[in-house]
C-alpha cells in the first residue's frame, strides 16, 4: 500500500453535520431524536481536502445525504 492515502469523513443529520464524535452522541440525548450517516471517503492518492474538487465532492455528497436522509430519491 502507498503512503500516500488520504481520508475524509463526517457525520451528518438533517440538522448538522460535524466531524465530532461527541456531538453526535451528545445529540442522542436530546429528546427528538435523529437519524444519522457517517460518511467515509478513502482516496488512493493524497489529496488536498480544500482544493475546489474536492470541495465540490463534498459539496455533492452532502446535499446528496440531506435527500435522503429527509426521505427523498437521491439524484
Known amino acids: 500500500l502507498s503512503n ?3 481520508a475524509v469523513y463526517w457525520l451528518q443529520s ?3 453535520t460535524t466531524d465530532d464524535y461527541a ?3 451528545w445529540a442522542d440525548l436530546a429528546p ?3 437519524r444519522w450517516v457517517l460518511v ?3 482516496f488512493d492518492q493524497a489529496i488536498d481536502p480544500q ?4 470541495q465540490a465532492l463534498f459539496t455533492a455528497l452532502r446535499s446528496t445525504v440531506f ?3 429527509k ?3 437521491s439524484p
Open 4 to 6: 500516500n492515502l488520504s
Open 14 to 16: 438533517m440538522q448538522q
Open 23 to 25: 456531538t453526535r452522541i
Open 32 to 34: 427528538q431524536k435523529q
Open 40 to 42: 467515509t471517503i478513502l
Open 51 to 54: 482544493a475546489d474538487e474536492a
Open 67 to 69: 435527500t435522503t436522509l
Open 71 to 73: 426521505g427523498g430519491q
